[in-house]
């Protein structure tokens, strides 16, 4: 019986943020490019399912691996599949997948650029893009003067339960302030906590930041956690064009396809990494006046030292003076508000000081490299993927 449609088997259940927008991403490609695709999403098929899809004539699958029955199918259906998995290094499928290499130096550039020089790499053992995230995040900082220590916990099943002592222990050891690298965002959530119950301040004196965005390893709970959202609708979409054009006979990719991250979302789990107190108090004050330009005289009187040692403190710590720190504040803040809302681009601007629209657009350029349109159109996080 030949089906009036082609039957593409989705190897997963999307119920995670990530799995959810893949899913969502393969779809929208179907329904613009591929009308007669029909998308089952599930999990390990049954011996029934296996003899319907075997019986309907399975064209291709998308998903993160393939079981021994779906292997089996797709074989005897002589059908591709694209792996949209990193969690192993050389699958044997052709893969589109996040460019995990770029979310852990995206990761490193924002922390850099908030002053933290000592991070801490949580590695997760068996998980490739783990140590991909990690090494990003090492190749973004060499050469700088840093210090980088990767983290990788023993998780065997024999002492799993001597993990949380082993995260206390290394929580202790710290010497802030510290930068905090999770390659998942679940992974951070323990670490706030212990590093909460041991007394450490977050974010003044430790600052964590994930990997994913997801909803809930970033706002189940206080604080919500920073993290570099990936751009999982378009790895969806990307997979969905590679399996088309597997099904129409083209040659596999040799390498995988590597779909940029959006970028990082700050939210209250990264802070200034600077030792210096009186840094920390300039920064914090900056922060909540980012609609009012402070001179760097007013921040000096405010915290009864002298200017010049302000500006020369602040370049040593941040690497430029208070004023120059506080546009990037506020450009910051501009770029979050353009990717994480849809408020119009001139209100956001006149919220955030820029009175002068002409000015607005020449500073947003000659800052981002293209104008505010495009950023938001390039790096907008959907709805479902920043909670």
């Known amino acids: 019986m030949a089906a009036p449609y082609n039957l593409i088997l989705f190897t997963s259940l999307p119920a995670t943020d990530h799995a959810g927008a893949i899913f969502l991403g393969l779809m929208q490609y179907a329904h613009q490019h591929q009308p007669r695709w029909r998308i089952r999403a599930g999990g390990i ?27 089996r199918l797709l074989q005897e259906c002589k059908s591709p599949m694209v792996c949209i998995s990193n969690r192993q290094a050389h699958p044997p499928w052709p893969q589109v997948i996040s460019d995990d290499r770029l979310a852990g130096a995206q990761a490193a550039d924002y922390l850099y650029q908030l002053g933290h020089r000592n991070f801490i790499l949580l590695d997760t053992p068996g998980l490739y893009f783990s140590q991909v995230r990690c090494a990003g995040m090492e190749s973004a900082l060499a050469g700088k003067n840093v210090r980088v220590q990767r983290w990788v916990p023993n998780l065997s099943a024999q002492v799993m339960n001597e993990y949380p002592h082993a995260l206390r222990r290394m929580l202790r050891g710290l010497h802030p302030p510290v930068a905090i690298f999770c390659t998942l965002d679940n992974q951070a959530r323990p670490i706030l906590d212990h590093a909460a119950d041991l007394g450490w301040r977050i974010p003044e004196q430790i600052s964590v930041i994930g990997v994913g965005n997801s909803t809930l390893g970033c706002m189940l709970d206080r604080p919500y956690l920073s993290s570099v959202a990936l751009d999982s609708i378009q790895i969806g979409r990307r997979a969905g064009a590679l399996l088309a054009d597997l099904l129409a006979g083209k040659p596999a990719p040799k390498a995988p396809i590597l779909i940029p991250p959006k970028g990082v979302v700050a939210r209250e789990t990264t802070g200034v990494g600077v030792a210096d107190e009186d840094v920390a108090r300039a920064v914090a004050m900056l922060r909540a006046n980012l609609r009012e330009t402070l001179s760097t005289a007013t921040v000096a009187r405010r915290l009864n030292v002298s200017r010049r040692s302000l500006e020369l403190r602040f370049k040593t710590a941040l690497g430029c003076g208070p004023v120059q720190f506080w546009r990037r504040l506020r450009m910051d803040e501009v770029c979050r508000q353009i990717t994480q809302t849809n408020r119009p681009l001139g209100d956001i601007a006149a919220q955030m000081g820029f009175n002068n629209p002409i000015r607005f657009a020449i500073t947003f350029r000659n800052t981002n490299g293209m104008t505010a349109t495009e950023y938001r159109k390039r790096h907008q996080i959907s709805p479902n993927e920043h909670g």
Do not use: C, H, M, N
Request: a negative charge; hydrophobic letters at 35%; glycine letters at 12%.
């Open 45 to 71: 098929p049954t011996e029934s399912e296996y003899q319907i899809f075997k019986q309907l004539g399975l064209r291709g699958a998308v998903g993160y691996a393939a079981d021994t029955l779906t292997q």
